[in-house]
């Protein structure tokens, strides 16, 4: 079957986050929306058609996860990944922030230090202070056009650290973590005893010949010492399903996590959630595939007129996954709020303002290009004409 990407779906007056918040947010509705990290296009019909099936049975009950629901796991993972895992190791969560949360909560004191990589997605760092913990940054390092993990720097800011969360591919870097840097980043986890947060959100979404290597399968260590996160959400345009889970291997940390989740009823998922899970994870790979080939064309269209075009801004093209950072730095702009406002004002267009993933994000933007062509073109037309109109 051929899935139609070019469609034009209208979103607005669905309170949608991505369409619906612009007057509260820029205060003007005329933007092209291009942050929140969700796609325009249609969720896949087998995810539409188990839902509705589960709906014509009209009772709405407390529901646990069927057999069938973990098995798609399952079998997702050990396909794409070669990743054994079995039921129990297994646990349905609804989000990864807020699974990232109970985790922090479960696995360390307050007080403790965990440490994150900015520029890095943005609620890592909330949770960390929400919870009452504390942030240690080891910043990533950009060069030509790539983030690089600063191992000197992980090494002397990880002591007395209780967790560290990994973004596994990174987001916004969008950059998927080779086998070496990997291993790097477990001897040093390794060494200092610190144990791993894995957010593998847009595993599914890298790019050939990148490959995503989940951080609980580098090693025995890494087995042992890690939390997995990974979610067909992001990958099948479900957020809004709210069906996220966790992989846990060691049975002491499993006990521990898992049991405070029991211990304070986290556990429990909508009706809705686990034969949307199973419908994705068990028919969605040729939708993936197209997908993907979709929105690299994307991706290439970006990079393409930025660089025949608007030369001053470049774009960090993604290894995985459908956002793009932009290194806006040689548009000269005094401050952030001044970007913000040519993306906004001048451009008419609404993305991530880059430095809400720390302070490194300063001088970039965000854009999101899970959207129909025609829907990027005319945001390169509307940011070419700001630049022209800006002198750049
Ligand atoms: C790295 C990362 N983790 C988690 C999420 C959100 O996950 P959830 O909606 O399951 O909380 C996102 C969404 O953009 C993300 O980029």
Request: net charge negative.
């Amino acid at each position: 079957m051929k899935y139609d990407f070019d469609e034009i779906i209208e979103r607005r007056g669905t309170h949608s986050i991505k369409f619906d918040s612009m007057q509260e947010l820029w205060g003007r509705n005329d933007l092209i929306p291009m942050w929140v990290a969700d796609m325009d296009f249609r969720t896949p019909s087998f995810i539409v058609e188990a839902i509705k099936k589960r709906m014509e049975h009209e009772i709405f009950g407390y529901t646990k996860p069927s057999d069938e629901y973990f098995n798609s796991i399952i079998r997702w993972v050990d396909k794409r990944y070669g990743m054994k895992v079995c039921k129990e190791e297994i646990q349905y969560i609804a989000g990864i922030v807020p699974g990232i949360h109970h985790a922090v909560c479960a696995l360390s004191e307050k007080g403790d230090k965990i440490m994150i990589q900015p520029p890095v997605y943005h609620p890592f760092k909330q949770v960390i202070e929400g919870t009452g913990r504390s942030v240690v940054q080891s910043p990533l390092i950009l060069r030509d056009g790539r983030y690089y993990m600063d191992f000197d720097s992980m090494r002397k800011q990880i002591q007395g650290c209780k967790l560290y969360i990994l973004c596994n591919p990174h987001n916004p870097g969008g950059v998927v973590w080779s086998r070496e840097e990997l291993e790097t980043v477990a001897d040093i986890c390794k060494e200092s005893g610190v144990m791993v947060i894995s957010d593998e959100i847009h595993a599914d979404m890298t790019f050939l010949p990148h490959k995503h290597l989940p951080f609980a399968m580098v090693n025995d260590w890494t087995h042992e010492n890690t939390v997995t996160f990974m979610a067909p959400s992001k990958v099948f345009n479900m957020p809004g399903i709210i069906a996220s889970h966790a992989i846990v291997f060691n049975n002491d940390l499993r006990e521990r996590f898992y049991s405070y989740l029991e211990q304070n009823d986290l556990i429990m998922g909508n009706a809705f959630a686990y034969p949307a899970v199973e419908a994705a994870y068990t028919q969605g790979e040729d939708w993936l595939k197209q997908m993907l080939d979709y929105v690299y064309e994307n991706i290439r269209l970006v990079d393409t007129s930025l660089k025949q075009k608007m030369p001053k801004i470049k774009a960090i093209l993604p290894e995985a996954s459908f956002l793009i950072f932009l290194d806006c730095r040689e548009l000269g702009y005094e401050t952030q709020e001044q970007l913000v406002d040519f993306f906004v004002n001048k451009a008419r267009l609404g993305l991530n303002d880059g430095a809400m993933f720390g302070k490194e994000g300063t001088g970039f933007m965000r854009l999101n290009v899970a959207t129909p062509r025609s829907i990027v073109a005319e945001a390169m037309k509307r940011l070419e004409d700001a630049y022209l109109g800006e002198g750049f």
